[in-house]
């Protein structure tokens, strides 16, 4: 059975640093993995897909990695800002499912 | 360009009442899934639908029912509704499972007393 964690649970930081959020799983045959952005009260907006064939995905000051072998996956923010503030979810797609992680609820301060 | 409504965004229901969770997409995908999210659990699979037609259960199916007569939408039935089921529940929809970015409603968030 997949199994999807996410470390740390919670993050919180100064505006401006460089932030490095963590995802792994237990089985390495995934078609994608994706994360998502969750605010408060809302729903899941999707940030960046990764297929199983590709290394890493950037989309503007977001850049996430995928090392199937391995079962992890990284979510990289540069320079952090107030807006960034929110839980990040990873998601592997296997076998017709998303599987979830419980998420990081990230806190970023002016 | 509406992507996935959830109706109702909030519902209150009585132990053993039954209703339905809306869902539709405008985008003409073919696969929808609803989930449930609660804390400290992240969120988990009901069902889903790869078509028209067809449906399947997912990580937590019991006390739901889903039907998919056409592609836009995809309901979710609580048939008598108990206090385990108070969550915030979510649709998703994309064009396959394994071909590309999922969807997401805003949510319904129900509480049952």
């Known amino acids: 059975k997949q199994e999807v964690t996410q470390i740390p649970a919670a993050l919180s930081v100064p505006e401006g640093e460089n932030l490095v959020l963590n995802c792994s799983f237990t089985?390495?045959?995934?078609?994608?993995l994706q994360w998502f952005r969750q605010d408060p009260g809302k729903g899941l907006t999707s940030l960046l897909l990764?297929?199983?064939?590709?290394r890493e995905q950037t989309s503007g000051r977001l850049n996430a990695s995928l090392d199937k072998s391995s079962g992890r996956s990284t979510l990289y923010i540069a320079a952090s800002q107030p807006g960034d503030s929110a839980t990040y979810l990873c998601a592997v797609d296997n076998t017709d499912k998303l599987i979830f992680g419980t998420g990081t609820r990230l806190q970023v301060f002016p | 360009n509406a992507g996935v409504t959830q109706t109702p965004k909030f519902q209150v229901l009585k132990t053993g009442q039954s209703m339905t969770l809306q869902c539709a997409q405008d985008m003409n995908h073919e696969y929808m899934s609803w989930y449930r999210q609660d804390p400290g659990m992240g969120l988990r699979l009901i069902h889903y639908s790869v078509g028209a037609g067809i449906t399947d259960q997912g990580e937590v199916p019991n006390g739901y029912n889903v039907s998919r007569s056409t592609t836009e939408d995809f309901p979710l039935r609580l048939l008598s509704a108990a206090p385990s089921q108070t969550s915030v529940y979510f649709c998703a929809s994309s064009y396959g499972p394994d071909s590309g970015i999922q969807y997401f409603g805003a949510g319904t968030r129900l509480s049952v007393l």
């Open positions: 089985d390495s045959a995934i078609y994608n």
């Open positions: 990764i297929q199983s064939s590709q």
